[in-house]
């Protein structure tokens, strides 16, 4: 069955350090990989996607992904965390044919 | 531009009472999403309209809840009777008509509390 994991309930780190949050999936095929932030009281919003070609994508907000089909993974990362960037991560996954699935999400929490 | 509208923000009702949502997507967003949120979780889809026919509900407890979208633009969430285990946040999001790799754009979202 596909799945989606974040084995990283809740973060914290320090405003200025480097952030990675992990994601990897089981899918039969090729899947196509998104990474959404939720800020509370907010919608999810799109911070990027990967479809296919390079590997390693750009967002906004200064954030990146890896895609890394060896290790299932889709993993987030920012080079230097703001106090905004506090908020809840979720991967999300959808393969041909199949639902949009969603992690179960990493809350990120920023130390001033 | 704007976004997704849903209404209402929050909604306590007793259990086995029945509530509706509303939700308005984006203009010219052929494509509705309803999810539901439960707490410490991620979204998961309910069901899925394109225009206003139904592409997938196959996992909308159909017992409880409905959905509809009679013109292709606005869609109404119901439940009937509520229980416990309804208590979370639904989401509604659009997409510009297609596949589902799109973009979806994801509205503020409904918080039912169930009491």
């Known amino acids: 069955a596909q799945s989606v994991t974040q084995p990283d309930i809740h973060i914290t780190v320090s405003e200025g350090a480097s952030l990675e949050l992990r994601c990897n999936y089981s899918?039969?095929?090729?899947?196509?990989l998104f990474w959404y932030v939720q800020s509370p009281g907010q919608g999810l919003q799109l911070l990027l996607k990967y479809f296919s070609g390079d590997t390693l994508v750009q967002g906004i907000k200064g954030f990146e992904a890896e895609f890394k089909r060896s290790q299932s993974s889709f993993n987030l990362r920012k080079p230097s965390v703001h106090w905004s960037d506090a908020a809840e991560y979720f991967c999300?996954?959808?393969?041909?044919?199949?639902?949009?699935?969603f992690g179960p999400g990493t809350r990120l929490s920023v130390l001033p | 531009e704007a976004g997704v509208a849903q209404s209402p923000r929050y909604k306590i009702i007793e259990k086995r009472q029945s509530v509706a949502f509303w939700c308005n997507p984006i203009?010219?967003?052929?494509?509705l999403y309803w999810y539901q949120q439960i707490l410490g979780q991620g979204p998961k889809l309910l069901i899925q309209?394109?225009?206003?026919?139904?592409?997938?509900d196959s996992q909308l407890p159909k017992d409880r809840f409905s959905a509809e979208r009679l013109k292709g633009v606005d869609s109404t969430l119901k439940i009937q009777p509520a229980k416990l285990e309804d208590s979370a946040v639904y989401l509604c999001a659009s997409s510009v008509a297609g596949n589902r790799y799109n973009e979806q754009f994801f509205g503020p979202g409904t918080r039912l509390t169930v009491l």
């Open positions: 309209f394109q225009n206003n026919g139904v592409v997938d």
């Open positions: 999300a996954v959808i393969s041909y044919g199949q639902n949009f699935v």
């Open positions: 899918y039969g095929a090729t899947p196509y």
């Open positions: 203009s010219g967003h052929a494509t």
